[in-house]
């Protein structure tokens, strides 16, 4: 099943922050999040595995509940570069060595 | 460092003509390779991924076929496009379960 995002898109200005948050219906194990910019290949950010573990990438961050099949991206102080479209991936089972399934993305405007 | 490789970048092509896009990484061995589509404005789609040589697994149902002929190679194929198999067609590699997935520049196809 397709892991759904909210919220659809988000317009910023540089400087504010945002949440991201991708939900399941199934079990999860962990969750994959990608950056996608416009024309191009998505990007890896980081893996969440299960354990309520939460890590960072410069001032991206992201928290996972595997109780309530959940995970979110967190974006403080947004950059320009982090325009682009977010997928969260689930994977198809276990830690997703058969493949990922995505959500829908979030796109993200960061305006000056 | 590990690369993949994806060619051709772009590719417009007739209906019912036949399609081979070929994607190849460098700097590791045993990779888990993966083909995705992404429709215009859409997530992506796993449509099939192998763990091994010959090995190959077909998560939709569809005219395109996948195989893999060496460790680090990955083809997808079809005999006769469609309309509807236009998009971005992306290759992945990975190490397994809880690695994150790399992706290629994408093949962008357009049906004619």
């Known amino acids: 099943q397709q892991p759904v995002q909210s919220p659809q898109a988000v317009i910023l200005r540089e400087g504010e922050d945002a949440v991201i948050n991708c939900s399941s219906s199934k079990a999860l194990y962990s969750v994959h999040w990608y950056r996608q910019k416009h024309g191009e290949a998505p990007v890896f950010l980081m893996i969440l595995l299960k354990g309520g573990e939460q890590k960072g990438h410069d001032k991206i961050s992201a928290s996972f509940n595997e109780k309530k099949q959940q995970s979110s991206l967190y974006l403080t102080a947004s950059q320009l570069s982090y325009s682009g479209t977010y997928f969260c991936?689930?994977?198809?089972?276990?830690?997703?060595?058969?493949?990922?399934?995505f959500g829908k993305g979030t796109h993200l405007i960061i305006q000056p | 460092s590990q690369t993949i490789h994806q060619w051709p970048a772009t590719l417009v092509q007739p209906v019912g003509s036949p399609l081979s896009l070929e994607c190849t990484v460098e700097?590791?061995?045993?990779?888990?390779l993966y083909w995705y589509r992404q429709a215009a404005g859409r997530g992506l789609q796993l449509l099939f991924y192998s763990v091994g040589i010959g090995q190959i697994s077909s998560e939709v149902p569809q005219n395109l076929s996948a195989s893999r002929p060496q460790d680090r190679q990955f083809i997808l194929s079809s005999k006769k496009l469609l309309l509807s198999d236009s998009g971005f067609y992306l290759c992945?590699?990975?190490?397994?379960?809880?690695?994150?997935?790399?992706f290629g520049d994408g093949t962008r196809l357009s049906i004619l």
């Open positions: 700097g590791t061995s045993n990779p888990n």
């Open positions: 991936g689930t994977p198809n089972s276990g830690g997703g060595a058969d493949g990922l399934t």
């Open positions: 992945a590699w990975g190490q397994g379960n809880y690695q994150p997935q790399h």
